[in-house]
Structure formats: C-alpha cells, structure tokens
C-alpha cells in the first residue's frame, strides 16, 4: 500500500467521489476529501501523486482549490471534472496548470487514461530522480545562501563602493572601516583603501583599535593635524607617524540605537587644517553608518527566511521518511525502505544499522547495504557513541550515531558518504538528528508491531485449535468470525456462513431476547439449547453469549462459545439411570419386605374365604381388605417405576421444590422408615418448607440428587437420628437444605466427597451418587455446599436460581396421596423469612417418630 502513487478524490457529491474511488482502488492508494478545506489539509498532511477535483462545489471551488494545490507543491498534477463543461472555466483550469479536463458523465477506460497521462507527466516533470534528492539540493543551496560568508561579502561589496567615495571627497590617501564585532564590541578592520597591503597588519592591532573604541564609546569624531595629539590619542598619533602619515580623521558611525563601527581617514602630506572636514566626515560616518545597519538588517532578515525555508525542506525529506514509516510495519521492509532513501535520495553510500537484542547483551545487524567504511561489528578498538559523531576520512565522511528509545540506547547506525559526493553540511548533521528520532520511532513501532503479529497469531492459533466453535456476530446479527470447530459442529464452511444472518443457525426471537439482555447490561448469557446443523441434525449445545467491545469499550455484537453437549448429556443420563438403579437396589429390601405383607393380607385373606365361602359378610369384608392391600401394591409399584424411569420428559420447566421435597421423602420411605425399623434404628423425620419462589429445572434431576442425599443420609446415622429438610427464600435464588444427625465426615473426605467414584461405603457403594448430584445441579446453574464435622452430622445446601413469585409449600403436588404409613403432615405457622442460610423460614413441617 505504502509503494503505490497516491490520488484525492475532492467531490461535494457521495455518487461520483464513490464511483471513482472503485474506478481506481485497485491500482492506487485512494483519498477522499468532500470539500476544498479538506483537500487542502489532506494534502498538508499526505500529499498525493494526483488530484481529481471537481469544478463547482460549495465553499471554494474547483478554480480556487486548483490555485491553492499549486501554491502548496507545484509537482501535484490535477485533473479537472465538471458535468457544466465551458470555455471559461477550461481557459481558467489550463492558466492554472491543470494536466487534464473531463466531462460528466465519464468512463473507466477515460479515468484510467487519464490518470496514466498525469502520473506520466509527473514523473517526467520531477526528472525521475527521487524528490528527496531534489529537497536535499534545495537544502544546500539555502545553507549556502544563508553562510555568514557570502552574506558579509555583499555587505563589503556594497561598503567599498560607499567608502571610496568618501575617501575621493576628503582627498584623503586611505581609508579605513572598521566594524564592531557583537558581543565581543571590539573594533575589526573590514575594508582598507588606498594603503600598501603589508600596512593592514598594523590597522589590526590592538593598540591601534583599542583607542578607536574608546573614541566610538565617546560617540565623538577625532581629528589629528601635523601628527600631533593630546595625551589620551597620543597612541594612535605615535601610529599614524609609525606607518608615514601625518594626519588623520576618524569618525564614529552611529545610528540612534546603537554604534556600528568607525570611519578613518589618513592623510602623507601634511594638512593646515582638518576642521572644517568634520561636519562632512560625521554626515558620511551616519549616512555610511545607516546604510550598513540597514544592509545588516536586511541581511538578517534574509538569512532568517531562508533558515526558515531550509526547515521547511527538511520537514519535506522528513515527511518523506515518515511516508515509509507509515506504509510498511515490517522492521526489515522499513529499514531497506529508509535505506534506499538515504542512499538514492541523499546521496549516502553506505547504510548500516544495528540492534540489542532483547536481552540487550549483543548487537546484531538488522540491516546493511553499500559502502562499509569505519566501525565494524565486533570492532574492540573503537568505543561507540553516546550520540550522533563525523569522522573524516580520505575515503568519505562516516557518521556513528546511537538509536535513543525513552532514554535507552536499542542500537546503532552507521552512514557512509563517498568523497566524491562531498563533505556533510551542517545543515545535514541537524537534519541526521531529527532523522534518527524517525529511524528510532521505526524500530520502535516494527518491534510493537511484531509484538502485536505474535499475539495475534497466537490468539488467532487458540481460536483456531479450540475445541468449541467460537464465532462473533455485529450489531446488525451478522456472523463476522468463524472458526474450524463451529465449521465441524455445524456443517458449515466459513465461506457458506461469513456476513449471513445468525438465524442459519440459532432460533431468532430467543437470540434477540439474548442479545438484549446483554445489551441492557446482563453481562455473559449462558443457556442450554438444541439446534439444527446444516444436514439437519439435532445437537445439544451449551451458549454462552458474551459482549463483544470495541476499541472504544462499545458494544459492537456478542461472542459465542459453543459447545457440542450431545454426547455428554447422554453420558449425563446414562450415569444418572446408573444411580437411579443403584439407589433402587438399595430399597428394594424395604420394598420386598412391604410387598410381602401385601401379598399376606391377600393371601390370609383369601384362605379365610375359602374356609367361610357361604358367610356373605365375611366375605364381603375379606373382599374389601383384599382391595385395599392389592390398591397398596399398586401405589407400591407405582412409586418404584416413577422412580426407576424419572420424569417423562426432560425439558426445563417451572418446578416446585417444596413437592421435589414431599415426593423424595416419599419414594425413600422404605429406607428411611421400614428397613431402619426392622434394623432397629429409631430415624426421626422433619421438613420445614418455607414460601419460595419455583425454578427453572428437571424435576425427575432434581428430585434424584435429593434421593441421594437423603440416602446418604439414612446411611450416615447407623445409631438413628435425626433427618431435617428445610426450604428457604433468599435474594434471587432458593435454597434447600438435607441435615442429619450422624457420623459426619474429616475435611479430608468432604474436600473429596463430589470426586467421581469416591466412596465410603466400600464394596456397597458406586461413588457416584454425590457426583452425580453436583453435575446436576451445576447443569441448572445452581451450587452445592456442604457444611460436616466428625460426631456432630452434616449439612447439604444446594442454591438454584429462582423465579419471582413464591409458592404454597401447604398446596398439594402432582403426588397428592400423602404417606400411607407416617405420613409427613404440615402445619402452618406465623414468621416472616429470615432468608440467610440456616434460619428457618415460612412452615415448619411436624417430625415423625418411627
């Protein structure tokens, strides 16, 4: 991008400055500019190649934009559009050197030719050699524009030809000028008419200018006759008779503000009297005096406007480079890149940089074209620069210079110039400083990038190789990123699925229920679904949806992780119908055993009436207890199969825990009841169900994890105790708590206790049940927590997100018969939620005594 020629499309109208930015995006870097004032800072800031400008636009037009372009770099070719095509404005687009005129409505092929012809025209009037070359040159003639030398020679120039007029009109045999030096303020002898050379030696010396300095701060002319003096210029009168004159005048040059130096006049023969040459001597000292301070001024003056343009070019080289550092990120593409501009456009011979490594313990080179003259790499014998040094040599000037970075030293460059391109300026030395500050902030901003590369391909990598399909989708529910593992659970290629609406794959009104929630705040969104891949099969996935925030912490789409649970949730419900078998075995013995008194109702009953067939009221009572106990065993078989196949579907619904609650205890009442009596165990039952708002859940799980923590329960109080169920209403959620009396367990157990297929039941037990029921209730987003210590029993709290809207814990469930044997009843009683964990809400339920 950096390599290609640069255009600027200036057009108040979206429709063709769009059209022609398509017409030549494919070949050239394109800008774009609505309105003359951006044009003109676009080009401040990037100037381009070539400018397509449009004539009639608000604010300024065309014309006027044509005449600022050119006012700024004269080298930009611009083509004029217009759809009102007139003599004037083509008179006016050519007076002003526009390269081409097209008219409204035109072709590809026409912009293309058009644009070829400029550029044409642009490389042909720049001569083909690099424009940092032809600002280098403009740099160096202003350099020596603006030397202290070639400006005091013109003002010498100008001086001598004043000066030996003067001297005509005294009729004196020489003339001397002496300027005063700033801040020195001594007197230097500038201009000598008239004198034999070997005599200038002697004007210099300092018992000569001392006393004309004094006689300049006296502000007052000096006139010497017959080479006699009072004692305060008796030294110079001593001089004047030394070098063979005998009379001289002298005269301040004074301006208002300040002194500027002194005329001397000098004078072989002798003269009667100087006098009346003082009033014309002090006129020429002033007019002599005015006209060099004036020339001084101007001088100055223009030495400070051509200083200013020699900034002005280097700026201009300066932009130069940092187009480079703009167009390529790559260290070795810029480093060749500013290389070859040093060499081809500045006309060094050698480039050569190095680099620490990031340890900083060693220099590599990290890059080297050209002439290598001086300093080596691994040179022991020269000590490297603390900052930027010339060194001359018979074959070229070398500069040595160190790479700065916030105060550090991260390399070195070197830069070798030919004798034969002459030595370096030191406007150029000025212009190397400013260019390391660039060369540095290069290093820096490649080694960022490469940084930023790194990352980003380890991310890129980690996105790629996950295993879940992660995907991003815009604010207008466009999928914007696809990675292999979305492409392998969803049957999609990226190309099928990249820039199309999210409803390929997720239901609509549930995504945007989702994606407001989040919007509004909700942070990460995580649910269960089942969607459809592209063949049509049915997967379960689990979602999360999280904000996707850009560079300014705006939301601009949502994230997705997706994971493919099908296999998992068949795993889930295959070990789940494991447990439900296993806790089935471990009742059946109460099972057996009250079927078995069923059977012997029946069967005594039927041998009664077999023995009394003819007594009708016997009958008919043997008859109705037959009934009630086959009614028994049904219910019996019934709570067994309930169990043992759960619930007869497995979406989520709005569940009732008080009733989870009542239907466990009632599918373990053979354990906790009937075997525990014939075991000689004595267990006392208790619910307190709190008014609490209903779940999202599976009922058939959620009544089995408290089928197993009852279980465990019963197993953990060999002796008897007590079993407590509570309920209770907390701030968002629902909280159940499973307390026995028993055994309780170490820290070391409970840390291990939801460990798959650890156990403390040895061979009886399958270490499943508790892992079981953690997986469970982690799938409905809730927790477990359990609270043990050795001899004093322990305490499960599951917590499970609820619903608003709290529910009778009085009002019967879809298991309405109450326990034919010890039945739970509950009664009401008056107390407001306390809702912490461990304090007691809403009902209390009446223990049993078994």
């Known amino acids: 991008m950096g390599d290609r020629q640069r255009i600027l499309v200036v057009d108040d109208e979206l429709g063709p400055r769009e059209s022609l930015r398509m017409i030549l995006k494919p070949k050239y870097q394109v800008m774009t500019a609505v309105n003359g004032s951006d044009a003109l800072q676009c080009i401040t800031k990037m100037p381009p190649d070539i400018v397509l400008l449009d004539i009639r636009m608000r604010q300024m037009n065309g014309i006027e934009v044509l005449q600022a372009i050119k006012r700024l770099d004269p080298t930009i070719e611009v083509i004029m559009i217009t759809a009102y095509a007139s003599l004037t404005t083509a008179r006016e687009a050519i007076a002003y050197e526009a390269s081409e005129y097209l008219t409204k409505p035109f072709s590809k092929q026409e912009v293309e030719r058009a644009v070829e012809k400029a550029l044409a025209r642009r490389a042909k009037s ?20 603006s030397s202290t030398a070639v400006a005091q020679h013109d003002l010498l120039q100008s001086a001598s030809g004043l000066l030996e007029q003067a001297k005509r009109l005294l009729d004196s045999t020489a003339a001397v000028l002496y300027l005063r030096e700033e801040p020195s303020r001594r007197l230097r002898c500038e201009i000598v008419l008239g004198a034999p ?54 005269f301040p040059m004074l301006t208002a503000d300040e002194a500027v130096g002194v005329l001397a006049f000098l004078y072989e023969a002798p003269r009667e009297s100087l006098g009346h040459w003082t009033e014309i001597g002090r006129t020429i000292a002033e007019l002599m005096a005015l006209s060099i301070h004036t020339h001084q001024r101007y001088l100055a003056s223009k030495q400070e406007a051509v200083q200013q343009a020699q900034r002005v070019a280097q700026l201009s080289i300066l932009r130069q480079v940092s187009r480079i550092i703009l167009g390529k990120l790559e260290l070795a593409e810029t480093l060749k890149a500013i290389g070859d501009q040093l060499q081809a456009g500045l006309g060094y011979a050698g480039f050569y940089v190095w680099l620490y490594r990031r340890d900083g313990a060693q220099l590599h080179e990290a890059y080297g074209s050209g002439l290598h003259h001086g300093w080596q790499l691994g040179d022991a014998n020269q000590v490297l620069p603390r900052e930027l040094q010339v060194d001359h040599s018979p074959q070229g000037d070398i500069v ?10 991260v390399g070195f460059i070197k830069l070798v110039r030919d004798a034969g391109q002459g030595r370096i300026a030191e406007s150029e030395i000025e212009l190397l400083h400013m260019l390391l500050d660039y060369i540095g902030l290069a290093v820096h901003n490649s080694q960022l990038y490469g940084e930023i590369k790194a990352t980003q391909s380890y991310l890129e990598s980690l996105i790629s ?12 529910h466009r999928v914007t990123s696809w990675n292999a593992s979305a492409e392998r659970i969803f049957q999609y290629q990226d190309r099928e699925i990249l820039r199309h609406k999210i409803w390929t794959l997720f239901p609509r009104e549930p995504y945007e229920q989702w994606q407001n929630e ?33 560079p300014r912490d705006e939301v601009v789409g949502l994230s997705a992780i997706i994971r493919d649970v099908t296999e998992e949730k068949r795993l889930r419900e295959r070990l789940l119908q494991s447990e439900k078998l296993s806790a089935l075995g471990e009742m059946a013995a109460g099972i057996a055993h009250n079927f078995n008194n069923v059977l012997t109702t029946i069967l005594g009953q039927t041998q009664l009436l077999t023995c009394h067939p003819a007594d009708v009221q016997a009958v008919r ?17 019934q709570r067994i199969e309930q ?71 019963v197993a953990a109080m060999p002796e008897g105790g007590r079993l407590t169920l509570c309920t209770r209403q907390g701030e968002g959620s629902v909280y159940v708590d ?3 009396t028993g055994t309780g367990m170490t820290d070391g157990v409970r840390r291990r206790i939801f460990d798959p297929f650890f156990t403390t039941k040895g061979a009886k037990g399958t270490g499943l049940g508790l892992s079981v029921s953690y997986m469970l209730i982690r799938s409905h987003n809730g927790e477990i927590d359990v609270q043990s210590k050795p001899g004093r029993g322990t305490t499960f709290s599951i917590k499970l997100p609820s619903e608003p809207g709290p529910t009778d814990p009085s009002a019967p469930g879809p298991l309405a018969n109450p326990l034919r044997t010890g039945a739970l009843p509950t009664r009401s009683r008056s107390s407001q939620s306390k809702g912490p964990r461990g304090r007691r809400s809403g009902v209390s339920g009446q223990p049993l005594q078994l």
């Open 465 to 476: 190789g996950a295993g879940d399909a992660i995907i991003t989708v815009d604010r207008e």
């Open 518 to 550: 989040i919007l509004q705040g909700s942070g990460v969104k995580r649910v269960e679904v089942r969607l459809r891949q592209r063949r049509g099969g049915l997967i379960d996935v689990s979602l999360t949806l999280s904000p996707l925030l850009g």
């Open 621 to 637: 009572k043997g008859a109705s207890i037959i009934d009630k106990a086959v009614q028994d065993g049904v219910r019996m078989v």
């Open 126 to 145: 720049t001569g083909g050699r690099p424009a940092v070359w032809t600002l280098l040159e403009q740099m160096r003639r202003l350099a020596y524009a």
């Open 738 to 740: 499973v307390s026995d």
């Open 643 to 713: 169990f043992a196949r759960g619930a007869t579907t497995s979406e989520v619904t709005l569940t009732d825990l008080n009733q989870i609650v009542k239907e466990a205890l009632e599918a373990t009442q053979p354990i906790w009841k009937d075997q525990a009596r014939r075991e000689g165990r004595s267990i006392e039952v208790a619910t307190e169900l709190g008014a609490i708002s209903p779940v999202h859940g599976r009922s058939s799980e959620l009544r089995e994890v408290l089928v197993n923590m009852i279980l465990n329960a």
């Open 197 to 250: 050379t070997q005599q200038r030696g002697a004007f210099e010396r300092e018992d000569w200018t001392a006393p004309l300095g004094q006689m300049l701060g006296a502000r007052q002319p000096l006139i010497l006759s017959q080479g006699q003096a009072a004692p305060p210029h008796a030294g110079i009168a001593r001089a004047l008779n030394a070098l063979g004159y005998q009379g001289g005048a002298f």
């Open 400 to 409: 040595l210079a160190p790479i700065v970075l916030e105060g550090i030293t």
